[in-house]
């Protein structure tokens, strides 16, 4: 599970199912001139209250929290466990809502005296159910909570593409040559008897012109897109390079990603398996 993939909205609903939990410990209800040495009931002593309201609340916060930070949902008859513990917040948050017209159930049509009104617990209930289903609800839709909950950090020394990192960066660098330069490797320009393309320099006979050497041949003209690192700030799916939709990986966010290449509002994108692919949707993206 990557924790990276959670969005601002994950947070509230994570927020809220804790508030739901406390609560659950409150009073159920409340009856006026009992008391204080009488002992309420809490939510756990009302089957339909835990069941319908805490138990329900709390699996929904779970089935969105952990579908959202899953690499792909798993699906139940058809449907991602998202959806299924969008559901599942939206019914908590109605039977609290029933649970506080009526919070002793049926037993008000048993006597015709007092029988309580909505206690603190249960109404604490309601605001953390209402708030957890809103969150589900609105986080697909509203842009300030698709956000990434937390951000990805910077890349320490981000390499050029196509550039060999040094040694220790988690990948096998070149080894450095006893009584050698630091920085210079055989072959390399810059090392004594090496031209700039490595080759070595032929002595000239004293006395005798010196040869003519090729001309380089012009380079073209570099571009001007240059290779970044950059993160996104949901879920995107990266499609094949040949044009078609077939979706070869997702990025997920808090990951760095390596663009390669530019294609009009497109980015050709390198995971870090060595897949590429381009990216379609770079609304928002972060750059390294």
């Known amino acids: 599970m990557n924790i990276r993939s959670l969005t601002r909205g994950d947070g509230v609903v994570i927020g809220a199912a804790v508030l739901l939990f406390i609560a659950s410990f409150l009073d159920l209800y409340s009856i006026d001139g009992v008391p204080d040495s009488v002992d309420l009931p809490n939510l756990w002593g009302s089957g339909p209250v835990l069941l319908g309201v805490v138990l329900a609340g709390i699996i929904g916060a779970a089935l969105v929290v952990v579908a959202r930070g899953l690499p792909q949902a798993p699906k139940v008859a058809g449907l991602d466990l998202g959806q299924f513990g969008i559901a599942f917040t939206v019914f908590a948050a109605w039977s609290a809502l029933g649970n506080v017209f009526d919070p002793t159930g049926g037993a008000d049509n048993l006597s015709s005296g007092e029988t309580g009104d909505a206690g603190t617990g ?91 050497q090729p001309q380089p041949q012009p380079q073209p003209a570099p571009s001007d897109f240059s290779p970044f690192w950059f993160a996104v700030p949901v879920p995107r799916p990266l499609f094949a390079e040949d044009g078609s939709q077939n979706t070869i990986a997702e990025l997920a966010p808090g990951t760095w990603y390596l663009a390669v290449e530019q294609r009009g509002p497109n980015l050709v994108a390198q995971t870090q398996d060595g897949r590429r692919g381009v990216l379609q949707d770079t609304s928002g993206i972060q750059r390294g």
């Open 122 to 212: 249960l109404i604490l209930a309601l605001i953390a159910t209402l708030i957890m289903a809103a969150a589900a609800v609105a986080t697909p839709l509203v842009p300030a909570l698709k956000a990434a909950l937390v951000g990805a950090p910077r890349p320490q020394n981000p390499q050029p593409y196509g550039a060999q990192p040094p040694a220790g960066y988690g990948y096998p660098g070149a080894q450095q040559q006893p009584g050698q330069p630091y920085g210079v490797q055989p072959g390399q320009p810059g090392q004594p008897g090496q031209s700039f393309g490595g080759q070595p320099q032929q002595p000239q006979p004293q006395g005798q012109a010196p040869q003519a």
